[in-house]
């Protein structure tokens, strides 16, 4: 049989049509399994997790058939709680399929440590500004007998003794203890009196 026969016969026109109901078939399949394995047209609301804790977050997003990853810690921020979700990925409102991951940023469970410089011999005024530019808060002044006027003395925090050196909170108070001006006065003398200031 030549193929111009061939290409004109009942035959090769059944072929087609065999063909073309089994494609159509084939799409319709794939097109069923696609809306039920990527959950098409689904559309769950991302629930507001800020400030929220890890416990309330498994929850809240389990009743939603989401899941959660912890993705970092930033700095201490005051207005949230400790550990608890400071930023969420993807955002609260937006809309996301069953199964997805919410990416969240917790708040840290305090400040972070921070070194205490050598001021000893300084000024008050520079001592303040060191400190502050650190990010220490400037608590009271304590007066010593010493030559130096508004020279620092000493350092305290929560009533200890600070060393340069030695780590404290971000944001802790810290007072000083600086000459008053008006003598003179070993060092050792300033040390002892000035321990229950």
Known sequence: MSIVKYLTSKTFFKTIGK?????????????????????????????NLSKMSLLK???????LNLNYVVQDTTSYNPKYPPLSVIEQDPEFGEFVK???KIYLTLNRNGYRDIVVPDLLGKTKRHAESELRSR?????????????GKNVVRGLKYKGKRLKAGDKIPKNAKINLIVGDGKGHVKMDTIKNDTNGI
Do not use: A
């Not at 696609?34 to 689904?42: A, I, K, V, Y």
């Not at 220490?136 to 010593?144: A, E, K, L, M, Q």
């Open 57 to 63: 977050v498994k929850d809240t997003l389990s009743k």
């Open 19 to 47: 063909m073309l109901i089994l494609t159509v078939i084939l799409i319709f399949i794939l097109k069923y399994w696609l809306s039920c394995s990527t959950n098409h047209g689904q559309k769950i609301p991302v629930p």
């Open 135 to 147: 990010g220490f808060r400037i608590g009271t002044f304590s007066y010593v007998p010493d030559r």
């Open 98 to 100: 069953e199964n997805r």
